[in-house]
């Protein structure tokens, strides 16, 4: 009853919103351009702040961890079972994800700006904005973006030194991996999913755009991708066994022993697959659902040095 009131409240103050837009459309642009902070998003939605927010709410880990690795606070934070980095952001209310927004708690939270998804969030912005919080829309499907968004949350904590500093950081590594990057580069298969459903990730999504900038060649590179997913393919087991990866990696946030013991069934019922030379070195693995399958915010570099790690024990 209370969530359905917020809405109807929502949908009131939206329409005198609209009407109040075409009235002084050009006042709002002036008052924007003297703002003390002006921002363009992912979505290249203008956003402007009289004064940096005091009441942040991110919609996923990544975005929270970015946050506080500028030195930031939130009020709300995403409903995760994944560990956080920042230990500070533990007792932050949780307000649900950017799959299933908590319309309810981020009012109830006075929310300045909520930080989400494009183009998930997109069809949140109307609703959202007419509870008072402004959106700003970002994702991460290589680490080039994440690196755009930790500049562009730099310029809203008008923390830019410290943004820097962390690009900086992130730079360096990949520099260091390109250095001792070995030819010709092993051969790696990365896959997300659950039981009964898995998807190989290609050089397009965050997890490829690592495998890649670590060191590693992606053997699914040339497969098409799926309609609903583009940064994910259909897998194919015969092409799996023709590429012969050296490394088989596992990205799910279900039971990683779960996971991996059913998507080797699924891959068995290939007579050749016992033949592959990541079967037979047992290079079969799950890694971490905080540092891949989501984005890992500032913690990239962890995910970068733990995926060169495999990559150079392969040389070995």
Request: proline share 5%; net charge negative; aromatic share 4%.
């Amino acid at each position: 009853m209370k969530k359905g009131l917020l809405i109807c409240c929502a949908a009131f103050v939206l329409s005198l919103t609209a009407c109040s837009a075409r009235a002084g459309g050009s006042d709002q642009t002036a008052n924007q351009q003297q703002s003390l902070i002006q921002i363009k998003d992912f979505a290249n939605r203008n956003i402007a702040f009289d004064e940096v927010p005091q009441h942040i709410v991110a919609l996923s880990n990544g975005e929270t961890d970015i946050i506080y690795a500028l030195g930031g606070t939130l009020v709300g934070r995403p409903t995760s079972t994944t560990p956080l980095a920042a230990k500070e952001a533990e007792d932050v209310e949780q307000i649900g994800s950017a799959h299933e927004v908590d319309l309810e708690k981020i009012t109830l939270l006075r929310a300045d700006v909520v930080l989400g998804n494009n183009p998930m969030n997109t069809k949140d912005v109307p609703i959202l904005e007419g509870v008072g919080s402004k959106v700003i829309l970002t994702s991460a499907n290589s680490i080039d973006e994440i690196k755009k968004q930790i500049e562009l949350f730099g310029q809203l904590l008008q923390k830019e030194q410290r943004a820097n500093e962390l690009i900086k950081q992130i730079d360096e590594k990949i520099k260091q991996y390109e250095a001792s990057s070995y030819t010709p580069k092993p051969r790696a298969l990365l896959v997300y999913g659950a039981p009964g459903t898995f998807m190989a990730a290609l050089p397009n999504s965050l997890s490829g755009n690592i495998l890649e900038l670590a060191g590693g060649t992606n053997i699914a590179s040339d497969y098409p991708g799926l309609q609903s997913y583009p940064q994910y393919a259909q897998l194919n087991s015969e092409r799996i066994v023709e590429a012969n990866p050296q490394l088989i990696l596992i990205m799910t946030h279900g039971d990683p022993e779960e996971v991996k013991k059913s998507f080797l069934k699924e891959m068995q019922t290939n007579p050749a697959w016992s033949s592959l030379e990541a079967v037979k070195q047992n290079k079969v693995e799950v890694l971490p659902s905080d540092l891949f399958g989501s984005n890992p915010g500032t913690r990239v570099m962890e995910s970068l040095e733990l995926l060169h790690g495999k990559l150079e024990a392969l040389q070995q």
